[in-house]
């Protein structure tokens, strides 16, 4: 078995944080298709159109409800579930509600990874942990090039600074606690704008255009020049596995470091050149462009260099734009159907994709 097989978590016991998010009922659906038992830690759905909802994850995996903030229900449940795997996912993950709430984003994103951080080094047998931050984790100085996993941390508004002050925090404790050979192997990973079906955040942009769309209504472009790497949610997902598995092999500490998953550069374009992509796909709908009301802003620029990943873990994004909103329309289309057809589906999408990354079929 290579380091970076996807085999290794066949029987494994993982445990997510962050479960009923976007990205983490995504990676227990993954799981489960590889063959996992999974356990889910994490606050309760916010909408019944969420991806872990109607995936119907609440009677496929066992899910715990609670907050990473409590570091005792947390700790008990790790040592309840003895996983060989955790993959750290729960954040509070919009930019814009961390201008609202900036406390709250404080604790959890900083105190909440403190908390699974000292929970794993308490609790055995945990092989390998993967803690997911941001791409915005770097001091963003609009540079047009890709920043690199040594660039520095930084960020002006209250989610940026917490997700560098988590990145301090990670590296701070693989350097600390896990250099023992016996230690869990620990890493970080950086990636941003993913997009996929079952997202309904608010104040993103799939999940605004696909509301206005449904309606027919325009949707309105607040920062149509933006430009940011978008991803479909698969990509950065199987980097997370095969570092995952890496990190739980016999060089697993070499690989204990942050690492950055982002798309080419074909993929990196402005919001308005996305939302036409989006429309032509949709069969319909229409925007228009209205001067941004909101005090406090996003950056106009931010990209990855991915090299690093593609090189020394062999990991290579394949989607083009074109197909990464391809599949994220199909997936917002099966909702309303049975837990069991979108289920499903999100598993024919991880096949599809798996095939076109193994050189089966064209992208």
Known sequence: MTPFSLNRYSGKKVFITGDTGFKGSWLAVWLLKLGACVTGFGLPPKTHEDNFT???????????????RDFTLLSDAIRESRPDFVFHLAAQALVLDSYEEPHQTFTTNVTGTLNVLEAIRK?????????????????????????????????????????????????????????ERNSPAVA????????????????????????????????????PHSVRPWQHVLEPLYGYLLLGSALSGSEGKTFCSPWNFGPHSCNVVTVEDLVQEIICQWGSGRYHITESQQKNKESNMLVLDINKAVHLLKWNPVLTLKKSIQLTIEEYRTEGLSENVVFNQRSAHIDEYMNIQLGLVRP
């Open 54 to 68: 109607v995936c119907g994850l609440h009677s496929k995996i066992e899910h715990i409800n609670g907050d990473i």
């Open 123 to 179: 609790n055995h047998g945990i092989k390998a942990a993967v803690m997911v931050t941001s791409d915005k984790c770097y001091e963003n100085r609009e540079w047009v090039h890709g920043y690199r996993e040594t660039d520095p941390l930084g960020g002006k508004d209250p989610y940026s600074a917490s997700k560098g002050a988590a990145e301090i925090l990670i590296s701070s404790y693989i350097r600390s606690f896990f250099q």
């Open 188 to 223: 970080s990973v950086r990636a941003g704008n993913v997009i996929g079906g079952g997202d309904w955040s608010e104040n993103r942009i799939i999940p605004d255009c696909i509301r206005s769309l449904r309606c027919n209504h325009s949707i309105e472009l607040r920062n």
